[in-house]
């Protein structure tokens, strides 16, 4: 029955029209733009001050979380979320339109109105709770963690490129002699 329909030009238009529809269904949920948030932050920086009449130091914690839109279209109402109470204060960089509350679960929420496709917002906070959570009206934020890595020239990496392909072209031609 199978064999049959197949060997049919109906059975073969009717199989690519099939195949097609669900190509066109795959392209257009890949090609079509959405939000994709992800958030980072470096190392948190520990200062303590001494004060020549107090003998009690000033421990202070400065910290920062970057939000970045990855995806093509714009992220709305953003909540940056933290599992303890407000910081002593923050900074948005750059500076755009929030609002900060507590929640109802003791977390301490930043609002942030709107995030543009490909746009990063920093937020600084000097001695606050730690970041739990990012998400947005349209997704949930991926945490991505990052190291500090130093830069090289550009010359050096060129260098440093062009002697790997030379290591890599040397091993299979002596791989190569071997076998001959």
Request: contains cysteine; glycine residues 6%; hydrophobic residues 50%.
């Amino acid at each position: 029955m199978l064999q049959t329909f197949l060997n049919s030009t109906e059975g073969i238009s009717a199989l690519l029209s099939a195949l097609s529809t669900i190509f066109s269904v795959w392209a257009a949920k890949v090609l079509q733009g959405r939000v994709r948030l992800v958030f980072f932050s470096p190392p948190s920086t520990f200062f303590t001050l001494k004060n020549d009449g107090d003998p009690i130091p000033v421990q202070l914690r400065s910290g920062q979380v970057m939000i970045q839109n990855l995806g093509r279209l714009a992220a709305t109402d953003v909540e940056v979320i933290a599992s303890a109470g407000p910081p002593a204060g923050y900074t948005l960089v750059p500076p755009v339109s929030h609002s900060a509350e507590m929640n109802s679960h003791g977390n301490w929420v930043l609002k942030i109105n709107f995030i543009a496709p490909k746009e990063v917002i920093t937020v600084q906070i000097l001695n606050g709770p730690n970041i739990d959570s990012v998400r947005s009206a349209d997704c949930v934020a991926k945490y991505v963690p990052v190291v500090h890595q130093r830069q090289f020239p550009a010359w050096f990496n060129a260098s440093a490129v062009f002697l790997m392909l030379v290591g890599v072209v040397s091993i299979f031609y002596i791989f190569w002699r071997s076998i001959i």
